[in-house]
């Protein structure tokens, strides 16, 4: 009986159909050549910078090889100038960037150019002492906080003047307390350095050359802030210095069409075979 059972058993493993062994895929088939770029990278060599990342510019080209799936080498390498053409356009827009952010630094350092001809018929904006930066960051009920902030400021330094011009007695601490905290604060650092000297002739010389012209301005700036950043962006741009950049996106652009046209031409032909 034993050896009857064997033999039962070695006859049903020998019947038992084994399984296929798997067919190697055609030479010029999408699976044969999927991951040849990966392995061998014979453009990406030369194409990823030492500085650039090589995991993204490999997700790149597999994520293109995906989307077109190509079939041999000659799809596959311009599936690889594909990549590299997107990856050079990567480049343009960092460059870009970079001379946009050169240009508004360049900008935000040069107030009082900027800041004049943002209101060209507007007297008195002068940009002096004033960061550029300070006004790019504010919002618009802060712009409209400074403003008033700037027009309270000015009717107490006009008030104050006017009570100097009827030169009584009393007209210098009258004038003094007619101004605001931060204004007297001030008066009172330019006396104890000696600018001015701390009587009624130098708090009336304070408020002609410093403090009037200083609240005029701040008042200004605020009115036209929209127009100022608007001038410091666009000046910031510098499209001139684009222009060679822009020529070359538009190279790669050509570039592009002309590769995908080969290989979406290409591939028509494969299929026609």
């Not at 827009?93 to 970079?98: D, Q």
């Amino acid at each position: 009986m034993q050896t009857t059972d064997a033999n039962t058993t070695l006859t049903a493993l020998i019947s038992v159909p084994s399984s296929p062994d798997p067919v190697p895929a055609p030479p010029d088939s999408y699976d044969a050549v999927r991951f040849n770029a990966m392995r061998h990278g014979i453009l990406s060599r030369y194409t990823v910078l030492a500085h650039e990342s090589a995991d993204d510019y490999q997700a790149l080209l597999a994520a293109l090889a995906e989307d077109h799936q190509p079939a041999g080498a000659t799809q596959m390498h311009l599936v690889e100038e594909l990549a590299g053409i997107i990856w050079r356009k990567r480049r343009v827009l960092l460059a870009e960037g970079a001379n946009i952010n050169q240009g508004l630094k360049g900008s935000a350092r040069d107030a009082e150019r900027v800041i004049p001809a943002a209101a060209p018929f507007e007297r008195g904006l002068s940009g002096k002492g004033t960061d550029i930066r300070d006004l790019m960051d504010l919002t618009p009920a802060e712009i409209d906080d400074r403003r008033r902030d700037a027009l309270d400021d000015l009717e107490a330094t006009r008030r104050a003047a006017a009570i100097l011009r009827r030169g009584n007695s009393s007209a210098y601490e009258k004038a003094l307390r007619a101004l605001r905290a931060d204004s007297r604060a001030w008066w009172d650092d330019y006396v104890a350095d000696e600018e001015f000297p701390g009587t009624a002739e130098g708090l009336t010389d304070f408020i002609i050359k410093h403090l009037e012209p200083f609240c005029m301005q701040a008042e200004k700036e605020a009115r036209h802030h929209e127009a100022i950043k608007s001038q410091a962006l666009g000046e910031g741009l510098q499209a001139y210095r684009l222009e060679k950049l822009n020529r070359y996106e538009t190279h790669l652009d050509r570039k592009f069409e002309r590769t995908l046209g080969m290989l979406l031409k290409l591939k028509e032909l494969k299929r026609g075979l």
